[in-house]
């Protein structure tokens, strides 16, 4: 089974700046998602890439969202002025015949 | 998207069977039926998934009615380790995972 790892576990954050949540798998992988749970919610898709390129995203990833693979190993999700409303788990994917999940990096938005 | 109906919640005492439903009587002749679960605190967690035939793995088996619209999550002994929501999900190859609510599951000593 794969290995994702997420980074940081636990981010605090004021309102309005930016920020940069990890992933990083173990092999090498193509296809990768992010997902969002607020507290005591769905988990919500939120994008998902292959090869370098988003290849489709949600109504909740806007402007303020984007994603990079940045040197073939991390991928990373950024929220450029965070807002409250933006505290939540994020969990990065990716597929090896499932998905797999990482253990989440929690948002807290002050 | 092709949707399911799970049961919000089930109980089960440990180390017996559990059996935990699913209907999708909208399912497409291409979408396989996948199950999640997600323990406390954690990220989601593949368990299981099939086509038409009953699957078995290390964690879990799938049943599938013949016409595909329910199927059947079985944890052949249950212990205090599968408390957790558990997930239906309806899927075509690479397609993004839509969760519902699914069935919280609670294992009771």
């Known amino acids: 089974e794969p290995e994702v790892t997420q980074t940081p576990s636990h981010q605090v954050t004021q309102m309005g700046q930016e920020v940069i949540l990890r992933c990083v798998p173990i092999?090498?992988?193509?296809?990768f998602y992010w997902y969002r749970q607020i507290l005591g919610q769905k988990v919500e898709f939120l994008v998902s890439?292959?090869?370098?390129?988003?290849?489709?995203k949600s109504e909740i990833f806007d402007d303020q969202f984007s994603v990079e693979r940045p040197d073939g190993s991390n991928f990373t999700l950024k929220i450029r002025s965070t807002k409250l409303e933006d505290s939540a788990m994020y969990f990065c994917?990716?597929?090896?015949?499932?998905?797999?999940f990482g253990p989440g990096t929690r948002l807290t938005v002050l | 998207d092709a949707k399911t109906t799970q049961p919000n919640s089930m109980e089960s005492n440990e180390e017996e069977p559990v059996h935990l439903p699913c209907n999708h009587s909208?399912?497409?002749?291409?979408?396989?039926i996948h199950w999640y679960r997600q323990l406390p605190s954690q990220g989601p967690e593949y368990v299981i998934h099939g086509l038409t035939s009953n699957v078995n793995n290390r964690m879990a088996s799938l049943a599938i009615a013949e016409d595909r619209k329910s199927s059947t999550l079985i944890l052949h002994r249950a212990t205090l380790r599968d408390a957790a929501v558990y997930y239906c999900?309806?899927?075509?190859?690479?397609?993004?995972?839509?969760f519902g609510t699914g069935t919280r599951l609670t294992i009771i000593p």
């Open positions: 890439f292959y090869n370098n390129e988003i290849s489709e």
């Open positions: 092999s090498n992988h193509l296809y």
């Open positions: 909208t399912i497409s002749g291409t979408d396989y």
């Open positions: 999900i309806l899927l075509f190859g690479n397609e993004k995972l839509t």
């Open positions: 994917a990716i597929l090896d015949k499932e998905q797999f």
